[in-house]
């Protein structure tokens, strides 16, 4: 008789059926990572900033082979091994990449923010002009795992943006290598910089610059919790695109949905981190009572099915909702990356929705288009911050500078308003730079 499986390897999903411990709960697995950015991460990652800023490549390298086991030098990538990784790459994945690639470009150039050019009502010019930054950095997580799809979801739209120079950075593997595909992504990618560094020691590195890495004014791209603390700990001598957190899908289901395509969707969130969370919300009982049984049977033989087990058995959440209304409710109280709308009328469901990454809609849409090659960016806002944040896009690689341009008419129909606030706040010169030029 064989034993019983320990208590650590039982699946444990939540289910709730009343709608106001469902939002205590959504907001609480939207607080996850809260606990997570302790004190002693965020001294760490100052010591390690300030090492690099003091230190440079020196530092580069010793950090590098204290965290990774390696020692990365030379830092950057040789060009031709990134072309012998391209042609390195089987054909299939070759064209899978250039789809994704061809989707990806064709998305991002049509979000290409427009130049105004406004004359106002004195004959004043009015306007705002887009111009890219001048250096990016992209942050792509490796070492253990590769991440082709981040180069593309980064790399395009800095590249559509305009920006001169793009500077890749990605932690090397055991052997001291970077990812052959994450390579030939970059390659197709037109990235030719790569140094092979990670961690906040990498972002360390694109914020003040070091002998080898030149400093940027936008750095963008997930990793871990160094990487995010790192990215927070700079922002402001930096832009940065986001701070990432684990990942999350939210499905809403009626009774139309497939069990085992609402099962494999939780699964391809849950299996990325012990922190990711993957939610469902119905209105069907059935399906409520079918999906933990159909994840069962797809995790039996899963090659990750340890940590995708802990993700569900601690951010996994199942709610039976009264109506698809109140379904809509819960999930923009939780403002979830990726919302899948697995019902019979998605696009009525979309419009009551108002925060959300990314809404994938209707049964023939996994998440997993989306991550890979649907077209729209990938890296979007986590932990509740599509409540006022959006997907990476061209703007987080341009800056607009405002255009303002006054005739005489416009300032000596104007003039008398702008002295009258200038007095109001107690800027005599200011009040004064207009009337000396209208007396």
Not at 119 to 124: A, K, L, P, Q
Not at 126 to 149: D, I, K, M
Request: glycine residues 8%.
């Amino acid at each position: 008789m064989g034993s019983a499986a320990p208590q650590h390897d039982r699946l444990r999903l939540t289910v709730l059926r009343e709608a106001n411990a469902a939002g205590e709960r959504l907001e609480a697995i939207a607080e996850r990572t809260g606990s997570g950015q302790s004190l002693e991460a965020a001294a760490r990652v100052d010591a390690i900033l300030s090492q690099v800023r003091q230190e440079g490549d020196a530092a580069l390298l010793e950090l590098t082979e204290r965290f990774d086991g390696v020692r990365p030098d030379p830092l950057r990538i040789p060009t031709e091994e990134l072309e012998a990784a391209w042609s390195a790459t089987p054909a299939d994945l070759q064209d899978a990449l250039r789809l994704a690639h061809r989707r990806i470009l064709d998305f991002h150039r049509r979000q290409t923010p427009a130049d105004l050019d406004i004359t106002g009502e004195h004959g004043e010019r009015l306007g705002r002009r887009w111009r890219a930054v001048e250096r990016a950095g992209l942050y792509v997580p490796g070492g253990r795992a590769s991440y082709p799809s981040t180069v593309l979801m980064n790399a395009v739209p800095a590249k559509v943006a305009g920006v001169k120079r793009v500077v890749m950075v990605t932690p090397p593997g055991p052997d001291g290598r970077v990812n052959q595909t994450v390579l030939a992504a970059a390659h197709l990618a037109g990235i030719d910089e790569i140094y092979r560094v990670g961690g906040a020691q990498a972002v360390a590195a694109l914020a003040y610059g070091t002998e080898s890495i030149p400093r940027v004014d936008v750095i963008s791209g997930p990793g871990n919790l160094y990487v995010t603390l790192a990215k927070k700990a700079v922002y402001g001598r930096v832009s940065i695109d986001s701070l990432a957190g684990p990942s999350e899908v939210l499905v809403i289901a009626d009774h139309t949905a497939n069990a085992e395509h609402v099962a494999a969707d939780l699964l391809a969130q849950a299996e990325h981190d012990p922190l990711a969370a993957a939610i469902l919300l119905t209105t069907s009982e059935s399906l409520a009572a079918a999906v933990p049984a159909a994840i069962e049977a797809q995790l039996e033989g899963h090659p990750r099915a340890a940590i995708t087990r802990q993700a569900l058995n601690d951010w996994g959440l199942i709610v039976v909702c009264s109506s698809l209304s109140e379904a809509a409710q819960l999930s923009d109280r939780f403002a979830p990356e990726h919302l899948e709308l697995q019902v019979e009328q998605p696009e009525p469901l979309a419009d009551q929705i108002q925060q959300a990454g990314a809404i994938f809609l209707g049964a023939w849409t996994p998440e997993a288009v989306g991550d890979y090659l649907a077209g729209p960016n990938h890296t979007l806002p986590t932990s509740g911050t599509a409540r006022f944040a959006g997907a990476l896009c061209v703007e987080t690689f341009m800056r607009h500078t405002s255009l303002i341009q006054f005739n005489r008419q416009a300032l000596e129909a104007t003039g008398g308003a702008v002295g009258t606030l200038a007095d109001s706040e107690g800027l005599h010169s200011h009040a004064e730079s207009v009337r000396l030029r209208l007396r």
